[in-house]
């Protein structure tokens, strides 16, 4: 069974009020579908709250649709709504702090500068977020990532005006910035 599918333009510049709390508190409030991102992780979590099944949210597109983003905001949506309703103790919002957390680490070791876009992915992740059902209620348990590289040649062949990963050049910079050691860690390899 298919739930709706969002179309998901990206506008290459911020939109005030799009993603704040006035426009969750608006999909909240509203008895009609509204074409946003908030309104698909509303759908998921209502349907999971209310029906304990298993909710999946896939986010698909060409590089520089915004699918990172939109990741960013279906978690966000997520971790507010548990928060909210009391579904989350200090152990798991703990937990959903870290997934929220990892994403910048994620994308040093998977994305790169393009021709078209100076944040592109170039690995796919899963991204699992597993619940507890104990009696009527349903908690935040865990979750875990999953990574896939999809561009194993861009580490050791470059096109033109293209760049490899951002932590070969982080490293670079680390390197330049705090010298060969650091806190044990050998830097003089990146220098």
């Known amino acids: 069974n298919c739930g709706p599918i969002l179309i998901v333009l990206n506008p290459f510049k911020a939109i005030r009020g799009l993603y704040d709390g006035g426009a969750t508190k608006a999909i909240l409030e509203s008895n009609n579908v509204t074409p946003h991102i908030y309104s698909i992780s509303n759908r998921a979590f209502g349907n999971l709250i209310g029906s304990a099944q298993s909710q999946v949210v896939l986010i698909s597109g060409e590089s520089g649709a915004g699918k990172t983003e939109s990741m960013k905001h279906v978690l966000r949506f997520l971790t507010g709504r548990l928060a909210e309703t009391g579904r989350q103790d200090v152990n798991s919002d703990q937990t959903m702090k870290k997934v929220l957390s990892s994403n910048p680490l994620l994308e040093a070791f998977g994305n790169a500068c393009t021709t078209r876009n100076d ?41 033109k005006e293209e760049r490899s990963y951002h932590v070969f050049y982080q490293a670079c910079a680390a390197a330049q910035t705090l010298g060969s050691n650091f806190n044990g860690i050998q830097l003089d390899y990146f220098g």
């Open 119 to 159: 944040n592109s992915s170039r690995f796919g992740k899963f991204i699992e977020l597993m619940f507890n059902q104990k009696s009527k209620d349903v908690r935040f348990d865990c979750a875990d990532i999953d990574t896939y590289l999809l561009e194993k040649i861009r580490i050791t062949e470059l096109h």
